[in-house]
C-alpha cells in the first residue's frame, strides 16, 4: 500500500537546460553553486530493477493506523533509486491518498535539489505541490525560486512566482524574473510568461512569452544577437533564427543590417541523409550595394556533402557560386574566409577495398581577381592497386588515371590524359634506419584538341611520353645521451640520403592542365617531383644529403629540432613550365652543381621560450630565396608574447601581373589582466611599403554570469579588379572597426571562445610551433 504511494513522488521531471553541458565544461569550479545541503547518499548499493524499486523508509518515530493515517516525525527520509525526500515530519493519509511534508523539505535525485517549506502529493492525479521551493541543478550554474513548484498528473513542472540566473551570491548580476513557467517534461521545452530580465537588479528587458530548452533537443527561436562598426560596412546588427525543421533538418536565418550597405541575409539548411552522410546548403544575398556607385546585388550560394553510402562507397560533394571577385572581402560570409580566394568545385564518389581503390571525380576551381580561369577536369577516373611484400618483401604499386580537361573559353585547347604508373619496391627497415629503393615506370599518353592560339601552335593532337624513374632513399638513426647546460637528454642523429634519377624527353608540346611548381622546403628536397599534376615530368639525375638533429629531454619531449639539406645536380634538368623547343625558361638553380641550402629549426631555448625559422640559401648567388623566424614566449595557458618575420621574393601580385617580395614584421601577444580580463592583440608591419598591415587590439572579460569582448580592428583589404563590377574608385584601401559580443550565460550561450578564438581573429592566425611542447 506505501509502496503504490510512494511511486507518485518520483514522478518529478528531470530539469535539464540545452547546452549546458558544455558549459559545465568550460566553467570555473568557482562557478559551480551548490545548494546548502548535504549530496545525498543511497542507503543501499545495487542498480538491478528489484533495486532501484525498492522503497526505504526511515524515521525517528512513527505511528500509523491501519488504513487511515500514518506519521512519521524526526529526520525522515523517503528513498527510492536515486532520489530521495528528506523532512522533519510527514503524514500519510490513506482515505484521501495524500502525502503531507514540512519541515526542512528537500528533494534530491541526481538532476537537481529542491528545498520547500511543505509538500502535499496526491497519490490518485500522481501530482505533488511544493511551496515555498528553490531549487538547484546538480553540478551547473542555475538555481532559482519559485513561490510554487507543481508536479502536474502528465508529470510537467509549473512554477509560480519564479525566477533563476547562473549567477552565485545573494545579489547575482543578473536575473530572469517570471510570472509563470511551465516545463514540458515529455517535449523537453520550457514556456515562460511575463519575464523580466535584470541586469545589477535593474530591468532591461520585458518579454511577455518565450521559450526555452530543458534538454539537449534543439528549438526554434531566436539566438543572440551581435553588434559591430567598421569603417566598411557602418553599424552592423545581427539577430539569427534557428528554425528545428525535424531531426534530421534545421535551418538558421541571419538578417544583417549595415547601415552603409543594407540588409544582409544568410540562410543556412543542414541535413542528415541517414547515419552516415551529412550536408548544408548556404544562401546569402545583399540587395542594392549601397557602398559601392552602381549599387549591384551580390549573393552567395554553396551546397557541400559528404558521407558514406556502405563500408565501400563514400560520396563528397562541395559548390560554390559568389556575385563578384570582392565578395568575401567586403562581406562577412558563413562559408569563406576573406583570405581565401579560391571556389573548388568538386563532386566525387570512390570505392575502397584493402589493396585497391577506385574513384571517378569532376573539379571546377574559380580563382577570385585572376582573369585566367583553371582548366576544369570533366571528369578524372583513377584507380590505385597495391600488394606489399608480394614476393620475396618485395612491394607493388600501380596508380593510374584517365583525366579529361575543358575550358570554358572554347578558345583554349583541350585534352584527355591517360597515365599509368606502376612502380616496384624493395623496402628495408629497422631501429637503426632505412633504406628503400625503388623502379617506376611513367607512361602518359594526351589526345588534345589544339586551338587556333598562336601560343598552342607547339602543342601536337597525339603525345605518348615514357619515363623511366628510379629512386633510392636511405637513413641511419643514430642516438646518444649527453648533457647540456646541466640537463640530461637524448639526442639523436638521423642522416639521410636519395638518389633520383629521372628520364629526359622534351614535352614542350603537352599543355600545362593542372601542373604547377611545388614548395621547396626541406621536405621538398626529397621528393621525386618538381611539379605537380603529370603535365610536367622534369628529369633529374642527382643526390640530395640531408642532416636532422633532435634532443628530447627527461620527459621524452622534443625540445629540439634541426635539420639541413641540399641537391647535388649531376646533369642539368632541361624541363620547365614553359618549354619552347626543349629549352628550359623556368629554373635557374637546376643549371648549377648545387640546389639551395634548406635549413629549418625548432627548439625550446629556456624554459617558456621557443624558437623556430627556416630559409632557404643560395650559396652561389649569396641570395636569400625564402626565410621565416618566429620566436615565441609562453609561460602558461593564455600567456603568450610572439615576435616573427618572414621574406618571400618574386611573389605573384594577381592584381598586376607583378612580382614583389614581401617583407613583413609581425608581434602578437595574449595575457591576462586578472582571472577574469585578458588582453590580445596583433600588428604586423610591411617593411617594403613601410605601412602596417593589421592591427588587432581585443579585451575580453568574463565572469561565471556573463562575458564582454571588446575589440579594434585595422587591416588592409584585398580588392580585386572585377569585371562584373568594375567601379573600383569607392573601396577603401584599409578597413577598420569596432567589434562587440556580449553574453549573458544561460540565456545566450556560454560566451565568447577565448583566447584562441581571438588569436585567430585576423589575417594571420597564430600558429604554435610543431612538435614542441610546454
Same mark, same amino acid.
Given at each position: 500500500?506505501?509502496?503504490?504511494?510512494?511511486?507518485?513522488?518520483?514522478?518529478?521531471?528531470?530539469?535539464?537546460?540545452?547546452?549546458?553541458?558544455?558549459?559545465?565544461?568550460?566553467?570555473?569550479?568557482?562557478?559551480?553553486?551548490?545548494?546548502?545541503?548535504?549530496?545525498?547518499?543511497?542507503?543501499?548499493?545495487?542498480?538491478?530493477?528489484?533495486?532501484?524499486?525498492?522503497?526505504?523508509?526511515?524515521?525517528?518515530?512513527?505511528?500509523?493506523?491501519?488504513?487511515?493515517?500514518?506519521?512519521?516525525?524526526?529526520?525522515?527520509?523517503?528513498?527510492?533509486?536515486?532520489?530521495?525526500?528528506?523532512?522533519?515530519?510527514?503524514?500519510?493519509?490513506?482515505?484521501?491518498?495524500?502525502?503531507?511534508?514540512?519541515?526542512?523539505?528537500?528533494?534530491?535525485?541526481?538532476?537537481?535539489?529542491?528545498? $520547500?517549506?511543505?509538500?502535499?502529493?496526491?497519490?490518485? @492525479?500522481?501530482?505533488?505541490?511544493?511551496?515555498?521551493?528553490?531549487?538547484?541543478?546538480?553540478?551547473?550554474?542555475?538555481?532559482?525560486?519559485?513561490?510554487?513548484?507543481?508536479?502536474?498528473?502528465?508529470?510537467?513542472?509549473?512554477?509560480?512566482?519564479?525566477?533563476?540566473?547562473?549567477?552565485?551570491?545573494?545579489?547575482?548580476?543578473?536575473?530572469?524574473?517570471?510570472?509563470?513557467?511551465?516545463?514540458?517534461?515529455?517535449?523537453?521545452?520550457?514556456?515562460?510568461?511575463?519575464?523580466?530580465?535584470?541586469? $545589477?537588479?535593474?530591468?532591461?528587458?520585458?518579454?511577455?512569452?518565450?521559450?526555452?530548452?530543458?534538454?539537449?533537443?534543439?528549438?526554434?527561436?531566436?539566438?543572440?544577437?551581435?553588434? @559591430?562598426?567598421?569603417?566598411?560596412?557602418?553599424?552592423?546588427?545581427?539577430?539569427?533564427?534557428?528554425?528545428?525543421?525535424?531531426?534530421?533538418?534545421?535551418?538558421?536565418?541571419?538578417?544583417?543590417?549595415?547601415?552603409?550597405?543594407?540588409?544582409?541575409?544568410?540562410?543556412?539548411?543542414?541535413?542528415?541523409?541517414?547515419?552516415?552522410?551529412?550536408?548544408?546548403?548556404?544562401?546569402?544575398?545583399?540587395?542594392?550595394?549601397?557602398?559601392?556607385?552602381?549599387?549591384?546585388?551580390?549573393?552567395?550560394?554553396?551546397?557541400?556533402?559528404?558521407?558514406?553510402?556502405?563500408?565501400?562507397?563514400?560520396?563528397?560533394?562541395?559548390?560554390?557560386?559568389?556575385?563578384?571577385?570582392?565578395?568575401?572581402?567586403?562581406?562577412?560570409?558563413?562559408?569563406?574566409?576573406?583570405?581565401?580566394?579560391?571556389?573548388?568545385?568538386?563532386?566525387?564518389?570512390?570505392?575502397?577495398?584493402?589493396?585497391?581503390?577506385?574513384?571517378?571525380?569532376?573539379?571546377?576551381?574559380?580563382?577570385?581577381?585572376?582573369?585566367?580561369?583553371?582548366?576544369?577536369?570533366?571528369?578524372?577516373?583513377?584507380?590505385?592497386?597495391?600488394?606489399?611484400?608480394?614476393?620475396?618483401?618485395?612491394?607493388?604499386?600501380?596508380?593510374?588515371?584517365?583525366?579529361?580537361?575543358?575550358?570554358?573559353?572554347?578558345?583554349?585547347?583541350?585534352?584527355?590524359?591517360?597515365?599509368?604508373?606502376?612502380?616496384?619496391?624493395?623496402?628495408?627497415?629497422?631501429?637503426?634506419?632505412?633504406?628503400?629503393?625503388?623502379?617506376?615506370?611513367?607512361?602518359?599518353?594526351?589526345?588534345?584538341?589544339?586551338?587556333?592560339?598562336?601560343?598552342?601552335?607547339?602543342?601536337?593532337?597525339?603525345?605518348?611520353?615514357?619515363?623511366?624513374?628510379?629512386?633510392?632513399?636511405?637513413?641511419?638513426?643514430?642516438?646518444?645521451?649527453?648533457?647540456?647546460?646541466?640537463?640530461?637528454?637524448?639526442?639523436?642523429?638521423?642522416?639521410?640520403?636519395?638518389?633520383?634519377?629521372?628520364?629526359?624527353?622534351? &614535352?614542350?608540346?603537352?599543355?600545362?592542365?593542372?601542373?604547377?611548381?611545388?614548395?621547396?622546403?626541406?621536405?621538398?628536397?626529397?621528393?621525386?617531383?618538381?611539379?605537380?599534376?603529370?603535365?610536367?615530368?622534369?628529369?633529374?639525375?642527382?643526390?640530395?644529403?640531408?642532416?636532422?638533429?633532435?634532443?628530447?629531454?627527461? &620527459?621524452?619531449?622534443?625540445?629540439?629540432?634541426?635539420?639541413?639539406?641540399?641537391?647535388?645536380?649531376?646533369?642539368?634538368?632541361?624541363?620547365?613550365?614553359?618549354?619552347?623547343?626543349?629549352?628550359?625558361?623556368?629554373?635557374?638553380?637546376?643549371?648549377?652543381?648545387?640546389?639551395?641550402?634548406?635549413?629549418?629549426?625548432?627548439?625550446?631555448?629556456?624554459?617558456?621560450?621557443?624558437?623556430?625559422? @627556416?630559409?632557404?640559401?643560395?650559396?652561389?648567388?649569396?641570395?636569400?630565396?625564402?626565410?621565416?623566424?618566429?620566436?615565441?614566449?609562453?609561460?602558461?595557458?593564455?600567456?603568450?608574447?610572439?615576435?616573427?618575420?618572414?621574406?618571400?621574393?618574386?611573389?605573384?601580385?594577381?592584381?598586376?601581373?607583378?612580382?614583389?617580395?614581401?617583407?613583413?614584421?609581425?608581434?602578437?601577444?595574449?595575457?591576462?589582466?586578472?582571472?577574469?580580463?585578458?588582453?590580445?592583440?596583433?600588428?604586423?608591419?610591411?617593411?617594403?611599403?613601410?605601412?602596417?598591415?593589421?592591427?588587432?587590439?581585443?579585451?575580453?572579460?568574463?565572469?561565471?554570469?556573463?562575458?564582454?569582448?571588446?575589440?579594434?580592428?585595422?587591416?588592409?583589404?584585398?580588392?580585386?579588379?572585377?569585371?562584373?563590377?568594375?567601379?573600383?574608385?569607392?573601396?577603401?584601401?584599409?578597413?577598420?572597426?569596432?567589434?562587440?559580443?556580449?553574453?549573458?550565460?544561460?540565456?545566450?550561450?556560454?560566451?565568447?571562445?577565448?583566447?584562441?578564438?581571438?588569436?585567430?581573429?585576423?589575417?594571420?592566425?597564430?600558429?604554435?610551433?610543431?612538435?614542441?611542447?610546454?
Amino acid at each position: 500500500m506505501q509502496i503504490r504511494y510512494f511511486l507518485a513522488l518520483c514522478l518529478l521531471p528531470q530539469l535539464v537546460l540545452a547546452d549546458e553541458t558544455e558549459t559545465v565544461a568550460e566553467t570555473s569550479s568557482q562557478c559551480i553553486v551548490e545548494p546548502p545541503v548535504k549530496p545525498y547518499v543511497p542507503l543501499y548499493e545495487g542498480n538491478s530493477p528489484e533495486d532501484l524499486a525498492r522503497i526505504y523508509i526511515s524515521s525517528d518515530r512513527s505511528s500509523a493506523q491501519m488504513g487511515k493515517e500514518a506519521t512519521f516525525t524526526g529526520d525522515v527520509n523517503f528513498s527510492q533509486g536515486g532520489r530521495n525526500i528528506a523532512a522533519d515530519k510527514a503524514i500519510l493519509n490513506q482515505e484521501s491518498e495524500e502525502l503531507h511534508a514540512n519541515g526542512n523539505l528537500v528533494f534530491q535525485d541526481d538532476i537537481f535539489t529542491v528545498t $520547500a517549506d511543505s509538500l502535499v502529493a496526491k497519490m490518485r @492525479s500522481n501530482s505533488a505541490i511544493l511551496s515555498g521551493a528553490q531549487y538547484w541543478l546538480t553540478g551547473q550554474q542555475i538555481h532559482g525560486d519559485a513561490d510554487r513548484l507543481e508536479i502536474t498528473k502528465e508529470n510537467n513542472l509549473l512554477l509560480s512566482g519564479t525566477n533563476f540566473t547562473t549567477c552565485p551570491g545573494k545579489d547575482p548580476d543578473w536575473l530572469l524574473e517570471a510570472d509563470r513557467i511551465k516545463i514540458d517534461s515529455t517535449e523537453e521545452w520550457g514556456e515562460i510568461w511575463d519575464a523580466k530580465i535584470k541586469i $545589477a537588479g535593474v530591468p532591461v528587458m520585458y518579454v511577455p512569452y518565450m521559450t526555452i530548452p530543458v534538454s539537449d533537443k534543439r528549438k526554434s527561436g531566436f539566438l543572440f544577437p551581435t553588434f @559591430s562598426t567598421s569603417t566598411t560596412n557602418g553599424v552592423e546588427v545581427a539577430t539569427p533564427y534557428y528554425w528545428n525543421i525535424a531531426p534530421e533538418y534545421d535551418l538558421t536565418f541571419t538578417p544583417n543590417y549595415m547601415s552603409a550597405r543594407g540588409l544582409y541575409t544568410k540562410t543556412e539548411f543542414r541535413y542528415l541523409a541517414g547515419e552516415n552522410q551529412q550536408g548544408q546548403l548556404n544562401f546569402e544575398y545583399l540587395a542594392d550595394d549601397d557602398k559601392l556607385a552602381n549599387s549591384p546585388d551580390r549573393y552567395l550560394y554553396h551546397w557541400e556533402h559528404s558521407g558514406a553510402i556502405n563500408k565501400n562507397w563514400r560520396v563528397l560533394a562541395n559548390y560554390t557560386e559568389v556575385s563578384d571577385n570582392n565578395y568575401f572581402n567586403d562581406l562577412n560570409s558563413d562559408v569563406q574566409r576573406a583570405t581565401d580566394n579560391q571556389l573548388n568545385r568538386i563532386g566525387e564518389i570512390s570505392y575502397f577495398e584493402q589493396n585497391w581503390d577506385f574513384s571517378a571525380r569532376v573539379q571546377d576551381i574559380k580563382v577570385l581577381g585572376e582573369e585566367e580561369k583553371p582548366y576544369q577536369v570533366m571528369p578524372q577516373v583513377t584507380f590505385n592497386y597495391r600488394a606489399p611484400s608480394y614476393w620475396h618483401g618485395l612491394d607493388f604499386k600501380l596508380y593510374s588515371e584517365a583525366t579529361n580537361f575543358e575550358h570554358q573559353d572554347r578558345e583554349y585547347s583541350a585534352a584527355t590524359r591517360v597515365h599509368l604508373e606502376p612502380s616496384i619496391s624493395y623496402p628495408i627497415h629497422g631501429p637503426a634506419g632505412s633504406l628503400t629503393s625503388e623502379v617506376k615506370l611513367l607512361q602518359t599518353n594526351y589526345w588534345q584538341d589544339v586551338s587556333e592560339d598562336p601560343s598552342d601552335s607547339e602543342l601536337r593532337d597525339r603525345v605518348n611520353r615514357t619515363l623511366p624513374e628510379v629512386r633510392i632513399h636511405g637513413q641511419v638513426n643514430f642516438e646518444r645521451f649527453t648533457d647540456y647546460f646541466d640537463s640530461q637528454y637524448r639526442q639523436t642523429l638521423e642522416p639521410q640520403f636519395q638518389y633520383l634519377y629521372v628520364g629526359y624527353e622534351d &614535352q614542350s608540346d603537352i599543355g600545362i592542365y593542372d601542373t604547377a611548381l611545388l614548395q621547396e622546403d626541406y621536405n621538398g628536397l626529397f621528393r621525386d617531383r618538381r611539379f605537380s599534376g603529370l603535365d610536367r615530368i622534369a628529369d633529374a639525375n642527382q643526390f640530395t644529403l640531408g642532416l636532422t638533429t633532435r634532443l628530447f629531454n627527461e &620527459q621524452n619531449h622534443e625540445v629540439f629540432k634541426f635539420s639541413l639539406g641540399q641537391i647535388i645536380y649531376l646533369e642539368d634538368s632541361r624541363v620547365g613550365i614553359n618549354d619552347i623547343n626543349g629549352t628550359n625558361d623556368t629554373f635557374v638553380q637546376e643549371n648549377t652543381s648545387n640546389s639551395a641550402i634548406a635549413a629549418e629549426l625548432t627548439t625550446q631555448l629556456y624554459a617558456d621560450w621557443f624558437l623556430s625559422g @627556416s630559409i632557404q640559401y643560395d650559396v652561389k648567388e649569396s641570395e636569400n630565396k625564402k626565410s621565416e623566424v618566429t620566436v615565441d614566449y609562453r609561460p602558461g595557458t593564455n600567456k603568450l608574447l610572439q615576435a616573427s618575420y618572414r621574406y618571400v621574393p618574386d611573389l605573384l601580385n594577381t592584381n598586376t601581373n607583378e612580382s614583389v617580395d614581401i617583407k613583413q614584421l609581425g608581434f602578437r601577444g595574449a595575457w591576462p589582466i586578472n582571472d577574469n580580463l585578458y588582453l590580445v592583440g596583433n600588428w604586423y608591419y610591411d617593411l617594403n611599403e613601410s605601412r602596417a598591415v593589421e592591427t588587432y587590439t581585443g579585451f575580453q572579460y568574463e565572469s561565471c554570469c556573463w562575458a564582454v569582448r571588446l575589440s579594434y580592428h585595422y587591416r588592409i583589404k584585398t580588392n580585386y579588379i572585377d569585371e562584373d563590377n568594375p567601379v573600383q574608385d569607392t573601396r577603401e584601401l584599409f578597413e577598420s572597426g569596432i567589434y562587440l559580443n556580449f553574453v549573458i550565460k544561460g540565456l545566450g550561450g556560454s560566451g565568447p571562445l577565448g583566447v584562441s578564438d581571438m588569436l585567430d581573429d585576423g589575417l594571420f592566425n597564430y600558429r604554435k610551433p610543431l612538435y614542441l611542447m610546454n
